[in-house]
């Protein structure tokens, strides 16, 4: 009697895995002007670029999404308010969060393993003062189980920012001693010859000091 043996080899494939991971980009302004009904909106601009995003497309794997949020840090009892947007995915609208200090969120599922959101937030505060505002956004990977989220280990990112409230925007003088045959151009106008003195408000400005000069003839 023959005996044949017959040998099941099971192959298990390991699912690939890469790392998942945010960074942040900020565009937020130094200044607030107060509103005569003290209310102050800021606006911020936060481009979020992420990897390794699943999508949840593993039906073994719990579902995925990113959160980015911004945590309002001064002692303040009102909630962070107003609206959020973000391209080329959207995000639901800004949640209210009466507590210590508020937080505005916008959840997006990505459309993409990879890529860049842009999301702009309209901050509102309400009964203003003029001082300074503590703010952190933040951007993670959040993994959806059930009725609990948890965050996705190394994917967290996180960038300050200070907003000063003040009764009206503040401007800055800048003098440029150049002599008469030189020509001064800020922010794309061209200013008299010589030394020029200007009053501007923060931000970034361009200025650009240039003489001309006389070829000679053959």
Known sequence: ??????????????????????????????????????VVHIPVTALVSFTGYSGGGNPMAPAEAMNVVVFYHNNYTAPVMGTVTSSPDACNTLIEQPAFFGYAMCPITP??????????????????????????????????????????????????FYVTVANQQPTFTITIAAPPPVAVTIDGSVQTPGPVTVTESPGLHTISVHKRFRLPTA
């Open 111 to 160: 459309s993409s393993g990879s890529g860049t959101e842009t999301v702009a937030f309209t901050l509102t505060i309400f009964n203003a003062e003029m001082q300074q505002y503590h703010f952190d956004l933040n951007a993670g990977m959040i993994s959806l189980s059930g009725s609990t989220n948890s965050e996705v280990s190394g994917s967290i990112s996180k960038s300050d």
């Open 1 to 38: 009697m023959s005996i044949v043996l017959l040998l099941v080899v099971a192959l298990f494939i390991a699912p690939s895995v890469h790392a998942q991971t945010t960074a942040i980009t900020l565009q937020t302004p130094t200044y607030a002007v107060l509103g005569s009904n003290g």
